[in-house]
Each structure stands twice: as C-alpha cells, then as structure tokens.
C-alpha cells in the first residue's frame, strides 16, 4: 500500500526554467509534508516542509504547495539550476506533535537540469 | 558536529554471515531513526529511538533484526543469518523535534 506516490520517476529541464516535481497521498492522518533531495551515496538532504495548516511554504528557489482537499502536493524551484540535478522525495508524516515522526517517503523523481 | 555518522559505509558480506552497523547521531539529539532503502524505492522505516528506548519497530523488522541505542547515544543495527533480499541501504537520522538529518548510509551487499 503506497500511501505516498511521486509517479513520475523522472523530469527534464532547462537551466533557468521551472520545476514542477509533484507528490500524492493517500492517508488523510498526514499532517506534515516534507521534501528531501538526495545525490548518489549520500542521503537524503532536508529542502522544505509544509504543515497542514497551511497551503504554501516558500524558501527561497524552492515553493511546496498543498491541496489537501487534492491530497497532492508540488516541489516547484525557480529557476532551476544544475546543481538541482538529484532525486527528489516527498515525505509525509502523521501525529508530528507527539515527538515521534516516522516518515512515510514516496519513491522519488530524478530531476535532470541541463545548461 | 559533523553530522550523523554511519560506519561502515560500505559492507560486502556473505549469505548467512551476521553484520552490524553503526550510527552516531547529533549529539544534542534523542530521536534515533533507522530506515532502509531499496533501489528504486525511497527509504522505509524500520525503527525508532527516543534516548535508549525501542519506541517503535516496523513490521519489516524481522527476527534477525535487533537494534539498540545504549545510553542514549550511540545505535547499532545488527542482521543475522543474512539473506540476499538484506542488500539495501541502511539509513540513520536523528532529530530533536521537527525535521531530520540523516546519515550518509550504510550500503549493505550481500553474496
């Protein structure tokens, strides 16, 4: 039971343009949405979350959404740089007050900019 | 800090051999996470560590799988009897409320 789905494995841009890399759930217990970059034999790096008690969450490059009514949510980095090339993943977790975060993580989207 | 350790990082192991891993996390933190990634997929929660206590463990955490966290510091994750379908990447995180940092990852093989 995938309870958290990226169904798109991989997406291509040009440098300076927009990504959209997109991330849906399924269990309405989720409360608090994460996205991780992570490059080959390193692990995962934290980007930007979002509670949800809130539909947009900016930090500079990078914009997650929410749609909770959607149960979607999307990565957006503006603009896209090289250095973005990774695989992206979408983490969701419920219960985020009581301390104990256990991530349910979907399979990632490898984002390739090239120059 | 450097961040979360993990050794080894890589671990080439025979079929049936037992192995065991390390992982140091941030010192001011006492959440302890392990997670395992298979290829293809995204990591996958196996347990979780508040100080010395096995707070929770995942089902996929089988019988040949133990972990520990003694004295709240340090945590080892050991599989015996090792299977082919172990070869993953073992994943460490620690955090002190909202968010991790994770470790580099152990990659476990085996033959």
């Known amino acids: 039971d995938q309870q958290v789905k990226q169904n798109s494995p991989s997406l291509s841009v040009q440098e300076g343009r927009i990504s959209i890399l997109n991330c849906d759930y399924t269990n309405s217990m989720f409360d608090y949405f994460l996205w991780y970059k992570k490059y080959p034999a390193e692990g995962p790096t934290f980007l930007i979350s979002i509670s949800s008690i809130k539909d947009k969450n900016e930090d500079g490059r990078f914009t997650v959404f929410l749609n909770k009514s959607a149960k979607h949510l999307s990565l957006h980095i503006v603009p896209s740089q090289p250095g973005d090339s990774a695989v992206y993943f979408c983490a969701a977790s419920a219960g985020r007050n009581t301390g104990f975060q256990k991530l349910v993580f979907g399979t990632g989207t490898r984002l390739l900019v090239s120059p | 800090d450097t961040g979360v350790s993990q050794d080894p990082r890589h671990k080439i192991t025979k079929r049936g051999q037992n192995v065991t891993f390390r992982c140091d996390p941030i010192?001011?933190?006492?959440?302890l996470y392990w997670y395992r990634q298979t290829l293809g997929q995204g990591p996958e929660f196996l347990t979780y560590?508040?100080?010395?206590?096995?707070?929770?463990k995942s089902r996929l955490l089988s019988d040949r799988f133990s972990a520990e966290r003694p004295k709240g510091s340090f945590s080892t994750l050991e599989i015996q009897r090792t299977e082919q379908g172990d070869s993953a990447m073992y994943l460490c995180?620690?955090?002190?409320?909202?968010?991790?940092?994770f470790g580099s990852g152990t990659r476990l093989t085996v033959v």
């Open positions: 010192s001011e933190h006492n959440r």
């Open positions: 995180a620690s955090s002190s409320g909202a968010g991790y940092t």
């Open positions: 560590f508040q100080n010395e206590a096995q707070l929770e």
